[in-house]
């Protein structure tokens, strides 16, 4: 549930997908007059969104790559930063269509292969969380078996898995939506709408929120594992290594921020049935209080939804603002290149 009113974010349901390509045109132009502020909001938040994002993940991606920063925990990362530079570019093809309005994805075969990796990118996410936070768990609370479960080769495996696994997931968009060539445009596909509402609301739930419980849970349960285990790590192995305990407070800031940020998106987009617009009423819109509840609605979770896509962006600044080793390798990067320069 991480979108704005993007017809192809199914983890953003909204009362549009539910609406006819006529019906869709409708209310946009009814948005454009009565409530153009989630045009606009988009166009400042994204805009900022790209100007951080798209190097942030770009080197994000080339550290994490990097020795000695390229071990299990990093090939996550790396994939991590691969994913979100992904969405962000997948994030501009759309806004390039519906808010400012240049032709870009509806197109034939485009209008269902876009979704699909769209999809697949938002899905990835929480994934990559999970699977990083599960990996470190087992490094604190099994430090005999980090040899074993913990390796490069074995994450690689995992993140492949991963990305088939969302891959296919996504591809049911390519079912959902089809092009119509009467209209021009992208649209559900007619006699699909309980398939598609069922399938959506499985896929958000376990993506969207039992995903993120899970993380939530897993990083309780290696925070309570981390205090218990540092006196028998000290009795029975000696002092753990800093940049360890230094990798793992980093990580867990990562996977909070990703919580914090997914979940209120999630239940505000979950809430947005009870807020619907007025398919009947295209008239003296402002004075009716069905439209009206509804505007108040999308500008809260425009609000929130800019703070929730965050997470695509702010990594690798969280890297350098909790990871000491972190810093210490981009420095010595850009020393290299300066030098080299």
Not at 235 to 240: A, E, I, V
Request: proline content about 5%.
């Amino acid at each position: 549930m991480n979108g704005t009113t993007e017809s192809w974010n199914i983890s953003s349901t909204s009362s549009l997908e539910d609406a006819t390509t006529q019906t869709f045109m409708a209310m946009h132009v009814i948005y454009k007059e009565h409530l153009p502020v989630i045009y606009e909001i988009p166009k400042i938040v994204k805009a900022i969104m790209y100007v951080f994002g798209f190097p942030g993940n770009i080197l994000a991606c080339i550290m994490w790559l990097q020795r000695p920063l390229l071990h299990s925990s990093g090939c996550y990362l790396a994939s991590l930063a691969i994913s979100d530079l992904l969405f962000l570019v997948l994030s501009m093809m759309f806004d390039l269509e519906y808010i400012w309005e240049i032709k870009t994805i509806g197109v034939p075969v485009v209008c269902q292969a876009f979704p699909v990796i769209y999809m697949a990118v938002q899905y990835m996410s929480p994934l990559l969380t999970m699977a990083f936070t599960v990996e470190r768990f087992i490094s604190v609370r099994f430090p005999l078996g980090r040899r074993i479960y913990c390796t490069v080769k074995r994450a690689a495996m995992v993140i492949l898995f991963l990305a088939l696994f969302v891959l296919v997931a996504g591809g049911i968009q390519a079912y959902i939506w089809d092009y119509d060539y009467t209209h021009h445009a992208c649209d559900i596909r007619i006699g699909i709408d309980e398939f598609r509402k069922h399938w959506t609301w499985i896929t958000e739930s376990t993506m969207f929120i039992l995903v993120p419980v899970m993380i939530l849970g897993m990083n309780v349960l290696l925070i309570f594992t981390i205090r218990r285990s540092k006196r028998r790590a000290r009795h029975l192995y000696g002092s753990p290594p800093k940049h360890r305990s230094a990798t793992t407070e980093m990580l867990l800031v990562v996977s909070f921020y990703l919580i914090f940020t997914t979940l209120p998106v999630t239940i505000l987009y979950a809430l947005g049935d009870f807020f619907p617009p007025n398919p009947e009423v295209y008239e003296n819109v402002s004075q009716d209080p069905v439209w009206q509840s509804h505007f108040k609605y999308m500008v809260v979770r425009e609000a929130v939804y800019a703070i929730g896509i965050s997470h695509y962006v702010c990594n690798f600044y969280l890297y350098l603002a909790t990871g000491h080793r972190f810093r210490m390798e981009t420095k010595r990067y850009f020393q290299h290149i300066v030098k080299k320069g």
